[in-house]
């Protein structure tokens, strides 16, 4: 069963940092790229980040280009979000996502002071 679970959010204080944590099952992910995606509150769902297969090739919103890092680890079937310089504009959930619609449950992340 193919299965994503994200993890590794929370509350931090503006100019924090957290890495995020997107767990693979029922598939190898070495053939495929993966993407971060968020949902703020009264907003629609955006892209954040993309990865490739090869993790070779990365993409990024440009609000937070320069803060986010995606990289990924296919030994562990886990593609990570690294987030720092947060700010309260990156409180949303964040998703995981393989092509082909397949989306994991979501983590909470919030920046406030």
């Known amino acids: ?49 993309c990865i490739s297969s090869s993790g070779g090739s990365t993409n990024y919103a440009d609000s ?14 886990t593609v990570y979000l690294q987030m720092n310089s947060l700010k309260p504009e990156d409180t949303a959930v964040y998703y995981c996502n393989k092509p082909g619609g397949y989306w994991g449950q979501g983590t909470q992340v919030t920046v406030s002071s």
């Open 64 to 77: 937070v280009k320069g803060r986010f890092t995606i990289s990924r680890d296919n030994a562990k079937n």
């Open 1 to 49: 069963q193919l299965q994503l679970v994200e993890s590794g959010g929370g509350l931090v204080q503006p100019g924090g940092s957290l890495r995020l944590s997107c767990a693979i099952s029922g598939f190898t992910l070495d053939y495929y790229g993966i993407g971060w995606f968020r949902q703020a509150p009264g907003k629609e769902r955006e892209a954040v980040s």
